[in-house]
């Protein structure tokens, strides 16, 4: 909200069974009375000048979700916590931020609300052993307040717990959290289900309740946070070799290796709504060399744009593979040769890096007669599951027109090969022919490419010494012109 109208009182509408319902409001108009619930006429009894506006629950829940995303740069286990909220596991976390004047917990809360209020946004945030102790806190206590024992004067709505229950706790005498702890839980649990246990047990740590990440966090991840922000390729550079030299020693213990990894690198500047810069980088094969790594990350580097500096670089080993130790020579060198093995491997990923995953492949065998489908695409350095050779017996030619060309060819029927043909507009007489080869398309592909069912190959060669490869797509059938493509050369 813009700050001019922070100060006039301010709601949310929806409809409900054909009434103007208020949904949410400002601080403005909470202090004249109005509250979530009432009617838009009761509300504007309390203030004429109310201003309203639709609610949009929709855009409500994506901005919640971006805000959940940027509170990355603060831990890696962030959640969206509907309709207003986001929730944060920070452990393990906090002893990254400080400054002169806070430390550890407080520097992370202040350094959070600081920025979310910088973004024109009210918030509150509460640190606390559980997120159910957190949750009832931001809402109904102290923020302040981290103490276990600060949940026993909160109302029992802070334990996230249906109005009617509530209501039914009222009615026994119990207002506050506290109430419940000298109450026989079999009597709790007789009277009011399983959920008041649960939710009693969650906020005092006696039950789990594990938080869900809104992405998924990658095993083997390193943070950097910085002091002052960082903004020269050097000390990026510096920054990622320290980074690549954690994250292998993680992976060795485990025995693993990296196929794919992202560098996210937040700025000081970076909005609520901004996502963090990002560069993947993957492998050929398994490695956790980090002098290798670092070379192949140097070209991707020059895509940051630091602006007024980073202050966090994050490094995920996002996929990974199993990697053991290799056995070396006396020499050191391994024992497939000297350095063959890595360099190739470098050189795959380099070539990759460049022209893209898809340009740097390796053709295999696949079981299929059809000339466009008996090879498939395999990562380049990956092991055959069970190589397969090619179908023998036959000449394939080397080059292959995708999608074949239709020719206009002459022959004798029902099954010569043609005596000439016109491709492009040229005239080809054949002086040599060999065939006819049939190949059947495979009949669980239906009427296969070209919805044609049978070809009738042929080599031919033109009087120029040219070689090519020509089919008859089809049975012969009386009355019809049969259709004739090109659809390789030969040596």
């Known amino acids: 909200m813009p700050p001019d109208q922070r100060a006039r009182p301010f709601a949310l509408l929806r409809t409900e069974r054909q009434r103007r319902m208020v949904v949410a409001v400002n601080r403005a108009a909470a202090m004249l009375g109005i509250v979530p619930g009432q009617t838009l006429s009761d509300a504007r009894a309390l203030e004429p000048a109310l201003e309203v506006a639709e609610a949009t629950p929709e855009a409500d829940s994506a901005l919640l979700g971006r805000i959940a995303d940027w509170a990355r740069r603060y831990s890696p286990w962030t959640a969206a916590d509907e309709p207003d909220g986001v929730v944060i596991d920070i452990t393990g976390c906090a002893h990254l ?49 981290r103490r276990r024992e600060a949940l026993d004067g909160l109302p029992l709505a802070a334990l996230r717990l249906a109005p009617e229950m509530v209501e039914g706790l009222h009615a026994l005498g119990l207002r506050r959290i506290g109430d419940l702890h000298a109450m026989p839980r079999a009597g709790l649990a007789a009277r009011f289900g399983g959920r008041l246990l649960q939710r009693y047990d969650q906020a005092f740590g006696r039950l789990d309740e594990p938080i869900s990440p809104r992405r998924p966090v990658a095993d083997h991840r390193e943070r950097l946070t910085f002091a002052e922000p960082i903004a020269t390729p050097e000390s990026i550079a510096g920054a990622l070799r320290h980074l690549l030299g954690r994250l292998c020693k993680g992976l060795e213990a485990a025995g693993l290796g990296a196929r794919r990894l992202r560098l996210d690198a937040h700025r000081t500047d970076q909005r609520v709504d901004d996502e963090p810069q990002s560069l993947t980088l993957g492998t050929s094969r398994p490695t956790r060399d980090p002098a290798a790594l670092a070379r192949l990350f140097t070209p991707l580097l020059e895509r940051i744009e630091p602006g007024p500096g980073l202050e966090t670089l994050v490094l995920s080993a996002t996929e990974t593979g199993p990697l053991s130790a290799v056995q070396t020579g006396m020499d050191g060198e391994g024992a497939d040769g000297p350095g063959i093995n890595d360099g190739l491997a470098e050189l795959v990923d380099r070539l990759t890096l460049r022209l893209g995953e898809r340009a740097v492949l390796r053709l295999v065998p696949r079981e299929s007669w059809l000339p466009e489908r008996c090879v498939a695409p395999h990562p380049p350095l990956e092991r055959l599951p069970s190589p397969k050779p090619w179908p023998a017996g036959q000449p394939r030619p080397l080059r292959l027109l995708t999608p074949p060309e239709p020719v206009e060819a002459t022959a004798p029927l029902p099954d010569d090969p043609p005596l000439q043909f016109v491709w492009r507009g040229v005239r080809h007489r054949v002086s040599r022919a060999e065939g006819p080869e049939r190949i059947e398309c495979e009949w669980w592909r239906g009427e296969g490419s070209l919805g044609l069912a049978v070809r009738d190959y042929y080599r031919v060669e033109d009087g120029d010494g040219r070689r090519f490869w020509l089919f008859r797509a089809g049975l012969y059938r009386p009355g019809e012109n049969p259709r004739w493509f090109l659809h390789g050369f030969l040596g």
Do not use: K, Y
């Open 97 to 145: 931020f400080g400054n002169h004047l806070l430390e550890g917990e407080e520097a992370l809360a202040a350094d959070l609300t600081g920025r979310l209020r910088a973004a024109g946004f009210s918030v509150r945030a509460a640190i606390a052993d559980t997120p159910a102790a957190a949750w009832g806190l931001v809402r109904f206590g102290s923020p302040e307040e």
